[in-house]
């Protein structure tokens, strides 16, 4: 029990050490302006993603996710840095477009990885009609949407998690 405790410590810590250094260079806390999914912000949405896929991928160590990729492909995920929900930017075709948008600002920040940018622009799959094509990006498109649905049926989603909160959501 105390080394699994020590463990996930030390995988938290690696999680946090990751998500600093994507923000130093990049405007991923801009992020925080935007609402996501009912009270949760696209900034806590992008990083609950990122946190619980990473989770997911230690669980499965077997797979040999790249862990360093899948966690910043997820935190850019929707990096497309609007509102959606107010106009102009209310768009009806937001849920197809935006992963363009995502992996077009992402790209003006970071030189991203082929498995980079498929998390991102695969996403939305199966509403964009390509799939994934790298089990990261698989990965990624699950805990969106499981998050998602979390995110809209709570009204203080995260609240327990101190790997996301502490991050000054
Ligand atoms: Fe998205
Ligand atoms: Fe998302």
Known sequence: MKHTDERKRLEDAVFEVLYKSAC???RITQ???YVQHGKTSTLAHSVAVAYYSY???RCLKFMGFKEKELIRGALLHDYYLYDWHCPPKLKKLHGFSHPQAALDNAKADFL???IE???IKRHMFPLTLVPPKYKES???CIVDKICSVYETMSSSA???NRVICSQNL
């Open 117 to 119: 940018k498929d998390v």
């Open 24 to 26: 130093a260079k990049s």
């Open 31 to 33: 992020m925080k302006e």
């Open 138 to 140: 698989v990965l990624v």
């Open 55 to 57: 989770r997911v991928a």
């Open 158 to 160: 995260y609240k327990n």
């Open 112 to 114: 991203l990885s082929d």
